[in-house]
């Protein structure tokens, strides 16, 4: 999924493996099992899914409203991710909590990652 999301030039492609991430991120069709669920976004977050949308967001899709929807829904996607207590862990364990630090601190972090951190901080 990195490579489709990193090389694709076609919005549709985009915009269904977004969708695709977004069904896996929050359960899928809700049929499978908790623990199931928490395995797949925890093998998401190993295949370096956060760092992926987080490039894109302020890389190729930071400007223009041309990639509005993408923004929408990489954020959307990143908050389902790290409201996983695996994945949140995960994030968080040694040397791998340096992704959440290194945004907070950066210049060019996406405005709506940090709401969408911010909201799903007090959820927590």
């Known amino acids: 999924m990195d490579h489709v999301l990193r090389h694709t030039t076609s919005p549709e492609v985009t915009e ?15 049929r499978d099992s908790e623990n199931k ?3 797949v976004v925890l093998r998401l977050v190993r295949a370096g899914l956060c760092s992926t949308l987080e490039s894109l967001l302020v890389g ?8 509005a929807q993408h923004r929408s829904d990489a954020c959307d996607i990143l908050v389902l991710v790290l409201a996983n207590d695996g994945a949140m862990r995960h994030l968080f364990a040694e040397g791998e909590g340096k992704w959440i630090e290194v945004r907070r601190r950066s210049k060019r972090t996406c405005s709506q990652i940090q709401y ?9």
Do not use: M, P, V
């Open 37 to 39: 669920d928490s395995e």
């Open 60 to 67: 190729r899709w930071s400007g223009g409203a041309a990639f």
């Open 16 to 30: 269904s493996a977004l969708e695709l991430l977004r069904s896996l991120a929050d359960g899928g069709d809700g």
């Open 116 to 124: 969408y951190l911010q909201i799903c901080g007090k959820i927590l």
